[in-house]
């Protein structure tokens, strides 16, 4: 049998701490370091021929002309979220706009959205929720990965021709988290229910080795990795991990980390043992699984930029 693995990526720029944005966080994420950590990412992905879903907060990578033209101000009066936001951009700091991301790991890999202003959803009425998925332009067929991964109001999803989106994760506190990156008996994901909008596993966080997660031993997370990858592919499981290319720009080590994991899932590769997958490409396995099973056909669509530049 073989394993499936994924690797997604929230790219936010700044706009994923809008509500905590603290002095260092500001500093640590300036173009300069968020321009070295996309293209680093870009460079390990293509060492080891891997294609990954970089889900974009769809602000993040308008231009900043077109970024002063959206009601933020007056979206912030509702979602006091984004009043750092918009007075990081009325200031003309760094870390709010980022459209050359976009041009820094295309066309190799699948480009999907993270939200639009990074507001979770749960902290907005459907209404809400529809009204930021409106202020940009979105391409049909992306994969979508919640803000926070705070799943709320799915279905509104479907209304936007999303193809698919990252579960949320059983909740659990900062201690067990980290306690888990210590557990070499992790287990890897079974394939989630078919639906429409199609649920894609909620994986693991790639240890990000800042404050008490620096304590993680580079040759215990391989090794976890290993071992859950190889449990994948006794059983057809999914292994999801996901990061931040923000947390490659706050803390360099955690392109050492994901070295790691890639190394795993290249040598698994490479025995026939793995197959990597997008979010849209798990999202169409799935659709063609059940249409298998019902006897209907599938008509795939990718979860790509559009010529126009549009989500």
Known sequence: MTARFILSLDCEGKWGMADRLTPSLDRALSEAN??????????????YEIAATFCFVGCFVLPAYELRRL?????????????????????????WTGDWALDAIAPRHEI??????????????????????????????????FPRNRVAHPHILEEFDILGYR???LPRSRLRSLAAEFDLGAQPDADEP????????PGHFVNWPSGPRRLVPLGLTRARARLMLERAADAFGVVHYWSHP????????????????????????D????????????CHARAREHARIRGAAVAPRDGVLAATGAL
Not at 73 to 90: F, T
Not at 271 to 282: A, C, D, E, F, K
């Open 194 to 201: 078919m639906r429409t909008p199609q649920t894609i596993p």
């Open 34 to 47: 968020l321009r070295a950590a996309y293209a680093a990412l870009a460079a390990l992905l293509a060492e």
């Open 271 to 282: 025995r026939g043992r793995l197959v990597v997958m997008t979010q849209s490409q798990y």
């Open 71 to 95: 009601p933020l101000r007056a979206i912030a009066a509702e979602l006091p979220y984004l009043v750092g936001a918009v007075e990081g951009i009325a200031a003309g700091a760094e870390g």
């Open 112 to 145: 999907g959205l993270h939200g639009v202003t990074h507001v979770p959803w749960t902290s907005m009425t459907a209404a809400q929720a529809r009204r930021e998925m409106a202020l940009v332009p979105l391409h049909p067929g992306m994969t979508f990965a």
């Open 167 to 169: 579960a949320a994760p």
């Open 246 to 269: 923000e947390n490659v720009a706050t803390a360099p080590q955690t392109l050492a980390v994901l070295r790691a994991i890639l190394q795993e899932v290249a040598r698994l590769r």
